[in-house]
């Protein structure tokens, strides 16, 4: 299965969301509190997402899925299951 990155803030509903998604698939992920990120590191995922700034931030392997409306539409097109079996 591909490494799942979910980098998250404590009362996000959509973090939850797409926990709850990844969970439900059997998908193992990594959450990653955006609390905890240095700035240093902040500015390091910014570039990676092209600045990106809202929550969750979902990565599936080395790609950048976005968030929990673009993790939900990759379901219903049936391709999540591909790509969480990389």
Known sequence: MAH???????????????????????ADFEEIG??????ADRQALMQKTNNYRTVPQIFIGDTFVGGFDQLAALEREGKLDAMLAQ
């Open 4 to 26: 799942i990155k979910v980098y998250t803030t404590p009362i996000c509903p959509y973090c939850m969301q797409a926990k709850t998604l990844l969970k439900n698939k059997g």
């Open 34 to 39: 955006m609390h905890d990120l240095s700035p």
